[in-house]
């Protein structure tokens, strides 16, 4: 079935109308009738606008093989649409009822060690079983069909985090088809796994299997291929569904929830085929990184919809469940968390769940209304964001403008993941996470991009551990540093090729000429001091690299361990710009300080500040700008005089106090 393609103006049709949407998992199968009615009318109060119904209902629709019950969903979009609330409406399509697996075990997911999962929780499926599908497209037919026109119903959720990963007969089976298309021949297969390897050579697609638990160490090629199989089989999951809901009729923009850096999806190849960007954010309340880390996750929500508004789907409103130690929000920071989302260019701000459920595995999660009801701090807080999101009405639509570049891709990822490198100590998406936060200090918003997008535009762009490195993302940054970036490269970048195979002569070999140095042997390293100019107790761990230069300044060089002597970071001009190559996995502090020195020439969002206050985020969305504060302490932040604050309808002198986990969203004062 062919793919409909993205269509971005459905979702701002949406907003247009209805503002910024605000709302949550809804589950009203859980309750009673009555708790319904309390439910929409502490919604109203609330002024949400958008909720998420039907996400495991599939029992409750079809309680037995190809019943229909759908009467009480009637009555539930009913009660919704009377109070002027949008639905968006879930497939049921991610939790099986138990029957289905029982009647038919293959479509039940088999891990790695060929355990075959059961039902009695939730995602009980794989996404390659032929019975499934035909049952998941069965229920959304009919589900859309009934609902395409239903006035209440303006978004449709397919699924939920897909995010399967199978490895069993079926999936076996689906893979082969996927390889035989990737590669068309055994021969091409053989030669992309490097199967001379260890007597891997296979003589037919036939002999194939998923890596299923081995003796040993996994071919790496297949490991990643099986991740971008599954990645696509998932997808193709979604598609399908998807298909279905559009053939029925409806208009409404379709889209399913994504978990930010997740594993098992490569988000990039999907972004085509949601209407809106949705993402599931769950910052941990205990870690004083969070902010700054879930804002890079923002940054790529925000990327991979091209720029435009994106959609918060799910967030907790205080504690999650699901951690060993669930340590609650206060209502200030949750409000914190939310206009963070719509500083970095979200459009909706949406909770798991609305009503805090009373059984089941997230009986301790948080939800809008707690278990103990209305008269709560969490449910007055709830009350105070909705306020707060009806006054951001302004920036509806608003775009947010980055300085900075960072590349980064999954199956990039994927393949320094794998095990036996030099060090297992080294994370892709945890470098990204560490550099970004440099950014984040400053003020400077980033998109985060493939490798071999055309960066020219950006002054500063960011490649913090690109293992995979192709001749276009290559050409990519030696661009940008001809046009005037600052191009900065971290270790253990441009290993290998898509393929995984090693890049064989001084290293990095398609970025070497770009950094005006090379290396010969990549090495996992102690703590080890560097000697650095400027800063002072320098270090570098994990990994280094036997560095010389071959023309470019050498900025700072190891000055123990196995390296000692030997350049760890260097700088080669070109022109305006330059390329920094950092040839060792350094500290927080020299990340800061050659991060720092690189965007010296990059505005960041508040003006005339390059390093915000501890704790102060600053973000531009179109002509708002956002300051939070999400340290302990209130701050004094230096402001243009005159603009209004949007939240609180006042007017700023040159200084803006900020309490902790308070916001302001200034703008200059016209005739709004
Ligand atoms: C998400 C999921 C929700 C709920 C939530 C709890 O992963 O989509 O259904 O389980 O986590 O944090």
């Known amino acids: 079935m062919s793919s409909t393609t993205r269509d971005p103006d459905r979702f701002a049709a949406l907003t247009a109308e209805v503002g910024i949407c605000f709302g949550g998992d809804y589950n009203p199968e859980q309750w009673p009738r009555a708790t319904w009615r ?38 539930v979009l009913g009660l919704l649409h009377g109070a002027g609330i949008a639905v968006d409406l879930a497939t049921p399509t991610a939790s099986p009822p138990p029957w289905l697996g029982v009647r038919h075990p293959e479509t039940l997911p088999t891990d790695r060690d060929g355990v075959r999962l059961v039902p009695g929780s939730r995602n009980q499926f794989t996404p390659a079983s032929r019975v499934y599908r035909e049952h998941a497209l069965a229920i959304t037919r009919d589900l859309a069909v009934r609902y395409a026109r239903h006035p209440a119903v303006r978004m449709w959720h397919v699924g939920n985090e897909y995010g399967q990963l199978d490895y069993g007969d079926e999936a076996a089976g689906e893979f082969r088809r996927w390889l035989r298309e990737r590669y068309g021949t055994i021969d091409a297969l053989n030669e992309a796994w490097g199967t001379s390897f260890w007597s891997q050579r296979y003589a037919d697609f036939d002999e194939i299997l998923p890596p299923r638990r081995m003796p040993y160490i996994v071919n790496p090629s297949q490991a990643v291929d099986f991740r971008r199989y599954s990645s696509d089989q998932l997808r193709d999951c979604y598609r399908q569904l998807r298909d279905a809901i559009r053939e029925a009729g409806a208009t409404a923009p379709i889209t399913t929830n994504f978990m930010g850096f997740f594993p098992h999806a490569d988000y990039r190849t999907w ?49 999650t469940s699901w951690r060993g130690h669930n340590l609650p929000k206060s209502p200030a920071r949750a409000r914190a968390d939310s206009l963070q989302a719509v500083a970095r260019g979200a459009d909706g701000i949406c909770f798991f769940q609305w009503r ?24 007055r807080g709830v009350v105070r964001q909705g306020a707060d999101l009806a006054r951001l009405r302004p920036v509806v639509g608003a775009r947010v403008q980055a300085q900075a570049a960072v590349v980064f891709d999954w199956p990039s990822w994927w393949a320094a993941d794998e095990p036996a490198l030099p060090t297992d100590r080294l994370d892709t998406v945890a470098e990204v996470t560490r550099w970004y936060r440099a950014l984040w200090r400053r003020g400077i918003a980033a998109d985060i991009v493939a490798g071999g997008t055309d960066v020219t535009d950006y002054p500063l762009v960011l490649v913090p551990h690109a293992y995979l490195i192709e001749p276009d993302a290559a050409a990519a940054l030696a661009a940008a540093s001809e046009a005037g970036a600052q191009v900065v ?31 010969e042997e990549w090495c996992a390293l102690p703590d080890v001091d560097l000697d650095m100019p400027g800063v002072a107790g320098a270090t570098a ?54 991060i720092g020195e690189a965007a010296a020439g990059v505005a960041g969002a508040l003006p005339g500040v390059s390093v915000l206050p501890d704790g102060v985020e600053a973000v531009r969305r179109g002509d708002a700008l956002f300051l939070l504060n999400h340290g302990g302490q209130t701050v004094q932040v230096p402001v243009p005089p005159g603009l209004l604050d949007l939240l609180t309808g006042e007017v700023t002198n040159s200084v803006a106090a900020i309490g902790p986990d308070d916001v302001r969203v200034l703008i200059e004062r016209q005739d709004r």
Do not use: K
Not at 45 to 61: D, E, P, Q, Y
Not at 499 to 516: A, D, K, M, Q, Y
Not at 565 to 581: E, F, N, S, V
């Open 271 to 319: 972004a085509g085929d949601v209407d809106v960007i949705a993402d599931d954010q769950y910052p941990d309340p205990a870690s004083p990184t969070s902010p700054a880390d879930i804002a890079l996750v923002q940054d790529l929500m925000r990327s991979l919809g091209d720029g435009r508004p994106w959609l918060l789907m799910e967030q907790s409103v205080s504690a």
């Open 541 to 594: 761990s994990t990994l280094g690299e036997r560095l010389r230069s071959d023309g470019a300044e050498v900025r700072a060089r190891h000055a123990s361990g196995p390296l000692s002597g030997l350049p760890a970071i260097t700088r080669q001009g070109h022109g305006p710009g330059a390329a920094w190559y950092l040839g060792a996995v350094v500290d927080d502090g020299v990340l800061d300080a050659v």
């Open 356 to 379: 805090q459920s009373r059984a089941g595995a997230e009986r301790f999660h948080s939800a809008m209304v707690p278990h103990a009801g209305s008269d709560t701090e969490v449910f």
């Open 38 to 75: 309390e439910d929409v009318e502490l919604m109203r109060r609330a002024g949400v606008n958008l909720v998420t119904v039907g996400v495991f209902s599939w029992a409750m629709i079809e309680p037995t093989p190809g019943a229909r019950e759908f009467a009480w969903l009637d009555e």
């Open 489 to 519: 490269i971290g270790p253990f970048s441009g290993v290998a090729d898509a393929n995984g195979h090693i890049r064989t002569g001084r290293s990095p070999v398609l970025l070497r000429e770009l950094i005006g140095a090379s290396g």
